[in-house]
């Protein structure tokens, strides 16, 4: 069974740093491109940023482009998330998630996702 494991999640003042991290457990994580989304309460899930199999293209909503930086590491099946320069509005449940379509840098919304976690809540808050 594959499964996604997020961690790294937490609370934070405006203007500080966390890291997420996501695990690919039971399969290789090379085999996926990757993505992360974020849900706010009583908004809909949208996406923050992708990678590809192999890391070498990045993508990213407009919002966080100059404040996230997302990676992945296929030896150890990790794939990671640096937010920096946190705002208010960027709390949210964290998910990440895997694809294995070719028009995952595409997707804004999940739908070629098919392996999600269980997500990781970030607040930003003084």
């Known amino acids: 069974q594959v499964r996604l494991i997020e961690s790294g999640g937490g609370l934070v003042q405006p203007g500080g740093s966390l890291r997420l991290s996501c695990l690919v457990s039971g399969r290789t994580a090379a085999d996926y491109a990757m993505g992360w989304f974020r849900q706010a309460p009583g908004k809909e899930r949208e996406f923050v940023a992708a990678?590809?199999?192999?890391?070498?293209?990045?993508y990213y909503q407009d919002s966080v482009e100059e404040r996230f930086t997302i990676s992945r590491d296929n030896t150890n099946n990790t794939t990671s998330l640096q937010l920096s320069r946190l705002k208010p509005e960027d709390t949210a449940v964290y998910y990440c998630?895997?694809?294995?379509?070719?028009?995952?840098?595409?997707?804004?919304?999940?739908?070629?996702?098919?392996?999600w976690g269980q997500g990781t809540q970030v607040s930003v808050s003084s």
């Open positions: 990678i590809s199999w192999s890391g070498y293209h990045t």
């Open positions: 998630a895997a694809s294995d379509n070719f028009n995952y840098y595409r997707d804004r919304v999940g739908d070629l996702y098919s392996l």
